[in-house]
């Protein structure tokens, strides 16, 4: 039993390799996988608490992300979960507001709202975003699980 166990604690030692970093002991950022902070957003019925996506009040297809100081389109990516992932998607270094409008075939269903900052540092190899200040209006919001996944509970 002791040799099964020497035998796989050398294994897993001697596996251990150091592809991710350069010979100058850099991190090789091609070999890190990122992810970067959006805000999670579950769009449901105010009284079924059936995602509104799921159930077909919604349509993806007639979703459109709006920002709100210029009136451009905004990408926004859902997951098979019918969960909506957005993120501020610009470079700063402190605080700003950014402000979006949730549309659905041209009509406003939601206004969205929140503060959001880059964090990295110079070994980082990922940009992430400090994101706080989160507010709807026009829809009642729940905090979940993590600190940027909401339920947003909508009439429509």
């Known amino acids: 039993m002791r040799f099964f166990i020497l035998l796989a604690l050398s294994l897993s030692i001697l596996s251990c390799n150091n592809d991710d970093v350069d010979e100058n002991q850099e991190m090789i ?3 890190v996988s990122c992810f ?3 805000i999670a957003l579950d769009l449901v019925d105010q009284n079924t608490k059936e995602n509104l996506l799921s159930n077909n ?7 459109k992300l709006i920002r709100t ?3 451009s389109e905004v990408t926004f990516y859902l997951n098979t979960d019918n969960i909506i992932f957005i993120s501020s998607n610009r470079e700063n270094r402190d605080f700003q507001k950014f402000e979006y409008q949730l549309q659905s075939f041209g009509e ?3 206004n969205i709202s929140f503060d959001s ?3 990295t540092s ?3 190899c990922c940009i992430v975003l400090e994101i706080k200040n989160v507010e709807f209006d026009g829809a009642t919001s729940e905090n979940l699980d ?6 947003v509970l909508l009439d429509l």
């Open 122 to 124: 110079s070994r980082d």
């Open 36 to 38: 970067s902070y959006s």
């Open 146 to 151: 993590s600190p940027y996944y909401y339920r």
């Open 108 to 110: 406003a269903i939601l």
């Open 57 to 63: 009040t919604l349509n993806a297809e007639n979703l």
């Open 29 to 31: 950022c091609s070999a």
């Open 69 to 71: 100081s210029d009136q």
């Open 117 to 119: 900052k880059e964090i």
